[in-house]
């Protein structure tokens, strides 16, 4: 773990900075003291971290789970009673986790987990838009289209424009302009840059700004434009904001339905993260997903029994964490040391951050999720990947997360049912070892993404010094989330000294650099074989 320190601990400060409004504003979103999204965003990176089997997953509160808890904790009485339900939802996702429930998170098409990270990198920008200009009615970390201040998401853009913060908007400009700095020439040019990432400057940048400002009658930045941690006063009152479960309240049937609603909601969210922020990370691994939710679920007992909100694992803060270089979880759980340390030691220093420059740091993290030629590489693949892929992103938008991803799943099953869709996948190994393993998979007619769990399983669990034979002779349609992972899993095989020969229509090759290239058929299709 402790070998790439020198990437993980500047990825972690970036997560840091991306991870500490959002906490704080999806407490306020969810109706919850601010020191409940601490408490959340410092288990989350700290237990939940330490016990993931995810190098570069990042847990923490959830934006999803936000009216969630709002509904609850008016329904429940109390916020002490909601505790009792977060606490119990951990302890069934433990039970989801020993049942091995985490093989659902498979099961979801790549054009779903594409459309799910280009529309939370779309939302991340939209909603940030009034936070980059100083108008910040609605709390960051309200990632849904109806938000809490009784605005959406584009009537709250347009409401910018007649409330537009002068000081704010500058130093979000002058940050914005540091990060590109930073990321298309600085980091290039030495060590010392790649060392200190330009989220610390910017941030930097935007303290000394307000300093300085603060007595201006045009410049200065106000309060509510500001990052907002609690402070106590000493020790008393610092651990005075911790609160405890009332577990009078478990016998309340409406404690154990908001505990499974929040089990249930929270593993969905963690498995699809897990399957986004895999197929972002540039070493291709894999994360177990059953021990994903044990982790999750300790984290979640751990967060309820101290007066924490529940725990996800989240994709904004862990596609921060990949495009900033964390390559191990140090940076997960540094970054949970990071939240502890700074609302203990330096709240009063946190609290002079402007929201303007973490929304220009958002804005980045944004972009990269949805850059705009991934629409256009999408549609070449065909309407069978397009069509999902949009109706996911529209619906993220317009809607939230889980139900965007809802109607992109529907939409994705509707597909593979017009494909006639069979579901005689089968897997046909042969071990004649003779020096070294020589392994023979043979696929079925056809192989859908809901295939892909086995075959990811079986190539997985492949030896070292192995020669992998892929027949694929029989095999008419070969669906785009297999051959991607055909494509990731090239990359593990020559680390572990694994070669491989495809057997198929279009003849013999060996080791081929590109299995997506190799099934290229036509500009508009990558799937069909024949």
């Known amino acids: 773990m402790f070998k790439n320190i020198k990437s993980d601990l500047p990825a972690s400060v970036v997560v840091f900075f991306v991870a500490l409004p959002l906490c704080l504003g999806i407490a306020l979103a969810s109706g919850a003291p601010l020191f409940s999204g601490l408490i959340a965003g410092i288990i989350g990176g700290i237990v939940v971290g330490a016990l993931s089997g995810s190098n570069i997953g990042v847990s923490g ?66 909603k940030q838009i009034p936070h980059f200009f100083g108008y910040d009615p609605d709390p960051e970390g309200d990632w849904a289209f109806f938000q809490v201040d009784g605005e959406n998401t584009f009537s709250g853009i347009l409401n910018t424009v007649n409330n537009i913060s002068p000081g704010a908007t500058l130093v979000a400009i002058v940050g ?30 935007g303290i000394i700004f307000f300093v300085l400002t603060q007595n201006s009658s045009v410049l200065a930045i106000s309060s509510d434009h500001l990052v907002s941690v609690p402070i106590p006063e000493d020790a008393a009152s610092f651990f005075g904001q911790f609160s405890f479960p009332n577990f009078a309240a478990i016998t309340n049937p409406d404690v ?26 540039p070493q291709k691994n894999v994360t177990p997903t059953n021990r994903e939710l044990l982790a999750q679920g300790t984290g979640n007992i751990i967060s309820g029994l101290i007066g924490g909100l529940p725990i996800t694992q989240v994709i904004v803060r862990s596609s921060a964490n990949i495009q900033s270089g964390g390559k191990s979880k140090l940076s997960a759980i540094f970054h949970g040391f990071l939240l502890l340390i700074s609302v203990i030691l330096i709240p009063r220093l946190l609290n002079m951050i402007p929201l303007s420059v973490l929304a220009a740091i958002l804005f980045i993290v944004g972009f990269k999720l949805a850059k705009p030629a991934l629409f256009a590489k999408m549609y070449k693949l065909g309407w069978k990947q397009f069509v999902p892929f949009s109706v996911t992103v529209f619906g993220i938008i317009f809607t939230d997360l889980l139900v965007g991803i809802s109607l992109g799943l529907a939409v994705g099953i509707v597909v593979i049912l017009l494909k006639n869709y069979q579901n005689s996948h089968f897997l046909h190994i042969e071990d004649v070892s003779n020096g070294k393993h020589k392994i023979k998979m043979t696929l079925a007619e056809e ?51 694994i070669d491989i020969q495809l057997i198929s229509k279009r003849g013999v090759v060996e080791n081929p650099p590109s299995f997506t290239e190799f099934f290229r058929t036509r500009p508009k299709s990558k799937l069909s074989l024949s």
């Open 61 to 126: 509160p959830a934006a999803g789970l936000a009216a969630i808890v709002l509904t609850a904790i008016g329904a429940l009485g109390s916020f002490e009673n909601f505790l009792v339900a977060v606490v119990l939802g951990g302890i069934i996702q433990l039970i989801f986790g020993i049942l091995k429930a985490g093989i659902i998170g498979y099961y979801f098409p790549s054009s779903v987990i594409k459309g799910m990270l280009t529309g939370i990198g779309i939302i991340i920008i939209l």
């Open 176 to 205: 914005l302009s540091i990060l590109l700095l930073w990321d298309k020439v600085l980091s290039k040019k030495g060590k010392i840059f790649q060392l200190i990432q330009g989220p610390l400057v910017a941030v930097a940048i």
């Open 256 to 281: 154990w339905i908001t505990a499974f609603t929040i089990a249930l909601v929270a593993s969905l969210e963690t498995l699809l993260c897990v399957e986004a922020t895999d197929k972002l990370d």
């Open 447 to 497: 192989v859908t993404f809901f295939n892909k769990g086995a075959i990811l399983k079986e190539l997985d669990s492949l030896p070292r010094d192995t020669y992998l034979e892929i027949n694929l002779l029989k095999t008419r349609y070969l669906d785009l989330d297999v051959i991607e992972i055909l494509d990731d899993f090239s990359v593990k095989a020559k680390e572990r000294n």
